[in-house]
């Protein structure tokens, strides 16, 4: 990967001049699988139901949802076109891309065992489970404002003004997200002792 053509041919799997591995060659070798086993292992540690990490990694999404559901309505019903500021655009943009990365954090989430109360952290099993729940399909609807980025520099105007409506509409989605959200506070606080359900039930309400 020492020069232009080899990266190229590295990152998009083609390789028209034999200047080394593709992407997806490497991939397929044994030290590139590996690699992403101690990768993926490290990470799901980061995320074990208990960690200080994974916390503060679920009210950071939770702030960004409540934005993205404050702050989305308003954008697309009173903000349209050059009346939105750049700098609602830019934020937008950047939590899309942090829903995006949330949504491959997810493949290396563990969870706790609905029938044993036991923690599974095996791979195959988290990606498995990932894959065949709700919350899958949510974050991949959330992701495809991801694709603005791309389309605005073949979209004419009118056209892109039309489509960013359409994201907005997207982004909305993401306040599906909400009650597993609140599950999870309501997993760490019995933790810490009892939960009154009333008065959890009214936090959530409010």
């Keep these: ?3 232009p053509v ?12 034999g200047c080394g591995r593709t992407l997806r060659e490497f991939w397929a070798t044994v030290e590139a699988q590996e690699h992403h086993r101690l990768l993926a292992t490290k990470v799901s540690t980061w995320l074990l139901p208990n960690s200080p990490i994974r ?16 702050v989305t309505p308003v954008r697309m019903f009173i903000m349209s076109g050059d009346s939105t500021p750049s700098s609602l655009n830019h934020v937008a943009v950047a939590f899309d891309f942090v829903f995006a990365l949330d949504t491959i ?25 990932y894959l065949r729940s709700a919350t899958f399909y949510i974050n991949a609807i959330a992701c495809i404002p991801l694709l603005k980025a791309p389309l605005s520099s073949v979209l004419r105007r009118q056209v892109l003004e039309n489509v960013t409506i359409y994201f907005n ?3 909305m989605v ?11 506070l309501k997993r760490f606080c019995m933790q810490k002792g009892p939960v009154n359900e009333s008065v959890f039930r009214m936090w959530v309400i409010l």
């Design 1 to 3: 990967l020492s020069n």
């Design 6 to 17: 080899s990266l190229a041919s590295f990152y998009f799997g083609i390789d028209p001049m």
């Design 55 to 70: 916390l503060s990694w679920d009210i950071f999404i939770f702030t960004a949802i409540c934005y993205t559901s404050l």
């Design 105 to 129: 954090l997810h493949f290396y989430r563990p969870y706790v065992d609905t029938n044993t109360g036991e923690t599974v952290a095996d791979l195959r099993a988290m990606r498995e489970k």
């Design 169 to 171: 509409v997207l982004r």
């Design 174 to 184: 993401r306040i599906l997200h909400l009650p597993s959200q609140f599950q999870e």
